[in-house]
């Protein structure tokens, strides 16, 4: 069946928090950890419970209705199955009373959304048990959002076919131009998502394009019958993102803006400067600066920018985890300080985005990088943009 997560790895991680043990709570895949711990999403229609302990192997807990034969060749698990409320009951005063702190999918007062989704009602059945419950955020991160060798490799080519493609489609938005020829949003985004295809790349939602005002908005996507004209003179945002397909591929995630005329207006080139700045100073401190916690590398962009006089034009955090699954918002640190305030090491193995944007009612600008905390330190792994793009009709 699907591989687990290294238990070796999972004690020892456990053994160094002093945790007695991880406990991966899921119902009808609400959990989407439960997923990225086996690699895929498991096919759960009831209750299940997956415990780690840094002396025993890692052992599953899941109604018979849901126990398929493939369960029986899990690496390393054992999996025991239960009936009726009380066969579960049975099951977890066996094996949960007798730990004394245990890490769950749960976040004290809600503070990282990401990582907290266990309900108030499991939470008492455990704590009932006289157990104490405490969040696995940085447990998980350390333990699966890591990037392996494998990880990395699959980012690297779903980069290089990333940043392919957002030259593609400034370049095609260019020719129509040139050419007299009708172009718009959606036509551009449709281009795009055509080309992921071709390659084999997969996504979690379409690729943003907006011009213009609505690059303004940070979440702005085109309908894909009525994405707004693309015309000479035009400034232009494009944020794309795609993986590999498999539970090894990791996403690439970039931004870059241009400007569809020769020259760059005064005042975009200025909120350019100020949001380059702003990536680029995180990229410094990434690389020299030594540890760091993700509201740590937020507040380093979000100071910068509020010093330029664009702060309250910064409205969202400067950079997400990248991890493997199907989603491109991974469950690792992110560099928040503003959404939430992520106390997260951004520790060896991590992938996140960098991403600083300055949003006015005229236009937006967005900058976007990933970068992978190897363990010879910080690695760049896109191209990095140091000026608008122009183009010369």
């Not at 030259?167 to 172009?183: K, N, Q, S």
């Not at 910068?304 to 699954?325: K, N």
Request: charged share 20%; proline share 6%.
């Amino acid at each position: 069946m699907r591989s687990l997560i290294s238990p070796q790895k999972i004690s020892q991680h456990l053994a160094d928090l002093a945790f007695d043990g991880w406990l991966v709570y899921d119902y009808r895949g609400l959990n989407p950890v439960m997923g990225q711990v086996f690699g895929e999403s498991l096919f759960l229609t009831r209750r299940a419970f997956l415990l780690f302990t840094p002396d025993d192997g890692p052992r599953m807990l899941v109604s018979r209705v849901d126990y398929t034969e493939s369960m029986e060749h899990l690496d390393g698990i054992a999996v025991d199955t239960y009936t009726t409320w009380q066969d579960l009951g049975t099951w977890l005063q066996d094996h949960i009373s007798p730990l004394r702190v245990l890490a769950m999918e749960y976040s004290p007062s809600g503070a990282l959304p990401a990582m907290s989704w266990v309900d108030g009602g499991t939470l008492d059945l455990i704590r009932a048990l006289g157990t104490e419950v405490v969040s696995s955020a940085e447990l998980f991160q350390l333990a699966a959002a890591a990037w392996s060798e494998e990880n990395l490799r699959s980012h690297e080519r779903a980069m290089g076919h990333v940043v392919g493609i957002k030259d593609a489609a400034f370049e095609l938005v260019a020719t129509r131009l040139a050419a007299g020829e009708p172009c718009n949003e959606s036509s551009t985004q449709a281009f795009i998502l055509e080309q992921f295809a071709a390659h084999d790349l997969v996504t979690d939602e379409p690729p943003i394009v907006s011009v213009n005002a609505n690059s303004g908005d940070p979440h702005y996507a085109p309908s894909p019958e009525a994405g707004a004209p693309i015309e000479k003179g035009d400034w232009l945002l494009i944020d794309l993102w795609a993986k590999e397909k498999g539970p090894a591929g990791i996403f690439a995630d970039i931004t870059w803006v241009g400007q569809m005329g020769p020259t760059v207006p005064e005042r975009y080139a200025e909120v350019f400067a100020v949001v380059a700045a702003a990536r680029n100073a995180v990229i410094e401190r990434v690389i020299s600066g030594g540890p760091a916690r993700g509201y740590e590398l937020d507040r380093v962009a979000r100071d910068l920018i509020s010093d330029a006089g664009y702060g309250e034009a910064f409205v969202h955090r400067t950079g997400h985890s990248l991890s493997a699954g199907d989603a491109v918002h991974g469950l690792g640190a992110n560099l928040d300080d503003f959404e939430t305030h992520d106390t997260r090491p951004i520790a060896t193995g991590l992938g996140f985005t960098i991403e600083p944007g300055v949003y006015l009612p005229e236009f937006g600008v967005r900058s976007e990088v990933n970068v992978h905390m190897s363990p010879t330190g910080a690695t760049v792994t896109a191209p990095v943009q140091a000026q608008p793009l122009t183009f010369d009709f």
